[in-house]
């Protein structure tokens, strides 16, 4: 049995979670003052908490049966993190110009979606590896790729396939929505049983793991 399951948590029960990337920093302060600082994570990683979209007694249900069919913390899944799951701003529509994933040179075929952060300073690049089957759209030089069996997506790595190797300098850019993948980060779950229609799990903890 893989260690992954391509199945999205409850998106409506994701929607009122708490979360967001963290990193992590060695700090250390010096006689004078200053500080000198090292970034022990090269990228950032994502923790949620999921219990604040746990309301009814049915939301329970739910919440045990995908909890139980994970094994608790042993097989990861999709999470849809609604403030970071487009290659443009949430609220904006995709477009093959979003994001550059490679250039070519007249041999690779392949490249993996990226998403970029930041711009003028120090930009940080980010391994989307879980995109939504059909949402990617690529653009050569600016103009999109239409034709059919242009290019092929693994709906579970992120990595685009292009039929033909783009020509040398040839910029290939896209535009996708993504799921961050995740785990459970314990393995126990603790119910309130407030009545008999009202429920609550105030802690589901959910953490990004890199596949």
Not at 77 to 87: I, K, Y
Request: aromatic content about 8%; some cysteine; hydrophobic content about 35%.
């Amino acid at each position: 049995m893989s260690n992954f399951h391509e199945i999205r948590f409850p998106t409506a029960l994701s929607r009122g979670a708490s979360g967001g990337p963290e990193r992590r920093t060695q700090i250390v302060t010096l006689g004078s003052g200053h500080e000198e600082r090292n970034a022990r994570w090269a990228d950032s990683r994502r923790t949620y908490n999921a219990g604040y979209g746990v309301r009814t007694v049915d939301d329970l249900h739910e919440i045990i049966a995908f909890f139980e069919e994970r094994r608790g913390s042993l097989h990861g899944f999709r999470w849809r993190d609604h403030a970071d799951w487009r290659s443009q701003a949430p609220g904006r529509s995709i477009s093959p110009l979003d994001q550059t994933i490679g250039v070519g040179d007249g041999v690779r075929t392949e490249f993996q979606l990226v998403k970029q952060y930041g711009r003028d300073f120090a930009p940080h690049v980010r391994e989307i590896t879980k995109p939504i089957d059909g949402s990617v759209r690529i653009a050569l030089d600016g103009i999109e790729t239409t034709e059919p069996d242009a290019f092929s997506v693994d709906a579970g790595t992120g990595v685009v396939t292009l039929s033909v190797a783009p020509a040398p300098d040839v910029i290939v850019t896209a535009g996708f929505d993504f799921d961050v993948p995740v785990r459970f980060a314990s393995d126990r779950l603790e119910l309130t049983l407030e009545c008999v229609t009202h429920g609550a799990i105030p802690s589901i903890p959910v953490v990004e793991i890199r596949v």
